[in-house]
């Protein structure tokens, strides 16, 4: 079964024993005493390649920027195990790559704490982000916010504080803990800027509630009163608008009581107004009837025809009386026409007799008889010299006075 040289590695003697060759010499690694010096070696080899594959991933794992701490207590654990390895193979470069290996821990610690720094860095800076928009939301006029929002903005902003501490790197306690305090700073500070917000907000509906009641309890009394309480409701619907919001539940319900109030009012007006207008139906065909009698008053020309013809019709239109409502401003513009025609033709009367423009009127045509007067002798003279220039002008001049004069009238 023994041979001296049965791989390059190892041998098996004819006990059964197997032997690892190493620089110092041969050393016994076990014995295979039920199997052939093949199989002997093939186990012990079995294990060697187990070291090996060991000291492989152990490489991969380096490369992949494993924890150098990890690495380096893995790297003593191997090379204590490969020291003394009850196995075939060459012992000596599995040392040498784990030598290799612990070289570089020291080279990879300095990496990995260069990028743990970068991360704490990046993270800090990222939690301090965090604060500075809770800070911005806390510094904003809580007259102006709209806190359903703001606080979803919180909310939102704290949720992400917490992801970040679960996923982000460990931070240093001291920066840690100060911007947590500056954080729950400005939570704090929202927090107090909202329940004063509500707590005015509910004194002011508070108030506007009580108002509000009182409106409706007013208008709910004017119901009896009927069309005669209308006034009064406009006026109690003024001061309902002006008495601000007193949350949508209690708006709503008191709103519906005031509106039924008016409802109730404004139906016995229509109740009353139906009644008038049937009653005024027959008034409005006698004053369609007295229009048709006084439209021809457009085509007159005689202002006082005019007039002793509009007093007529105005004396029959007031003994008439009412007409139904939406039929007043109809019968009461085509009367107007009819009285504005007439005015024009007393406002025409009067431009033309006014007493201080008929004596302008007469003086300039005096003064104009005069010129013309002494525009004719002008005119004789010229003609007698036969001084052509001077009869021309005369002329020009004596028929522009005759006609000033004549548009005088």
């Avoid at 033309?352 to 008929?358: G, I, L, Q, T």
Wanted: proline share 3%.
């Amino acid at each position: 079964m023994a041979t001296d040289d049965q791989a390059p590695w190892g041998r098996v003697d004819e006990t059964g024993t197997v032997f690892v060759r190493e620089a110092a010499g041969e050393r016994a690694v076990g014995q295979y005493p039920d199997g052939t010096a093949e199989e002997a070696l093939a186990y012990f080899e079995r294990k060697f390649t187990e070291l090996a594959g060991q000291v492989t991933l152990l490489e991969q794992r380096a490369k992949r920027g494993a924890p150098a701490n990890d690495i380096a207590k893995a790297v003593a654990s191997l090379s204590q195990t490969v020291q003394s390895a009850n196995a075939v193979g060459d012992l000596a470069a599995l040392q040498t790559r784990l030598a290799a290996l612990g070289s570089t821990v020291g080279e990879l610690t300095e990496k990995q704490s260069a990028e743990a720094k970068a991360a704490v860095d990046a993270a800090l800076a990222e939690r301090e982000a965090l604060v500075v928009e809770a800070e911005a939301l806390a510094a904003a006029d809580p007259a102006k916010a709209q806190w359903k929002q703001v606080s979803a903005q919180i909310d939102d902003i704290f949720t992400r504080w917490q992801q970040h501490q679960q996923d982000g790197p460990r931070l240093p306690k001291a920066e840690s803990n100060e911007l947590w305090k500056r954080f729950r700073a400005a939570r704090t500070t929202i927090e107090q800027h909202r329940k004063a917000f509500f707590a005015e907000l509910d004194t002011v509906h508070r108030e506007a509630r009580a108002r509000k009641q009182q409106l409706a309890e007013e208008a709910e009394a004017l119901v009896p009163k009927g069309v005669d309480g209308i006034p009064s409701y406009r006026h109690l619907l003024d001061e309902w608008k002006k008495s601000g919001r007193a949350g949508k539940k209690f708006d709503d319900a008191l709103w519906a009581r005031f509106k039924a109030a008016g409802d109730a009012l404004y139906s016995a007006k229509n109740e009353v107004d139906a009644r008038d207008n049937e009653e005024f139906s027959a008034n409005l065909e006698l004053k369609l009837a007295l229009l048709a009698e006084a439209e021809p008053i457009l085509a007159e020309t005689d202002r006082v025809k005019a007039r002793d013809a509009l007093s007529r019709i105005q004396q029959k239109w007031d003994a008439i009386g009412k007409v139904p409502r939406d039929q007043v401003k109809v019968v009461e513009d085509r009367l107007r026409t009819i009285e504005n025609a007439v005015r024009k033709l007393d406002e025409e009367h009067w431009e033309k007799n006014n007493p201080e423009r008929k004596a302008r009127s007469e003086g300039l045509a005096s003064q104009l008889h005069d010129a013309i007067a002494k525009l004719e002798d002008e005119l004789t003279a010229a003609r007698a010299t036969g001084d052509q220039r001077k009869i021309a002008d005369a002329e020009e001049a004596l028929e522009a006075r005759k006609v000033w004069l004549n548009a005088l009238g």
